[in-house]
């Protein structure tokens, strides 16, 4: 899969007229208005929609591919964040045919203790594109995987993704 091109250039300067957002782990924002969401991942993954058509963007950013215990549904984990993300999009009046989807993150941050299992970001990756696919949205670019963070900057009008490895 390609990575969108050019998204490792220098970002262009801040434009002051857009919002800007800082996007914290566990969160999800989703907004017609034009921003610049910034978010910071390490094995966390950051799922990105765009509606190009309807100029809506938003984006999640979780810790945990699954919750373990309990029922509350919450945006640190994978499953719940990218449904609350979907749902919000199409709260804003996207249609789910125009959705398409950006994946971000899932490096190694440690040294796995065995060879032959999962690392949390890999665990991470695979569940946003399990649910990508359960919910019919295509993934047009990733940069997943990986032994450094990165620095993603998103303008959600446009689809246009920066990244800076860390």
Known sequence: MSVIEGH????????IARIQVYLSAGQI?????????TTILGSCVGVLLIDE?????????????FESQGTRASARFGDAAIS?????????????????????GGASMLAP???????????NVEVARRRLEDESIPIVAEDVGGCSGRK????????????KDL
């Open 8 to 15: 490792r250039e220098p970002r262009p300067p801040r434009d």
């Open 29 to 37: 924002y989703a907004s017609r208005a034009p921003c610049e969401l």
């Open 53 to 65: 058509a309807a100029q809506i963007g938003g984006a999640s950013h979780y810790v945990l591919p």
């Open 84 to 104: 609350q993300l979907v749902a919000r999009m199409l709260s804003l009046g996207s249609r789910r045919s125009d959705l398409v989807a950006k994946v971000f």
């Open 113 to 123: 203790a065995r060879s032959d299992v999962p690392t949390i970001g890999a665990k």
């Open 152 to 163: 993603v900057v998103f303008l959600t009008d446009r689809g246009q993704v920066w990244i």
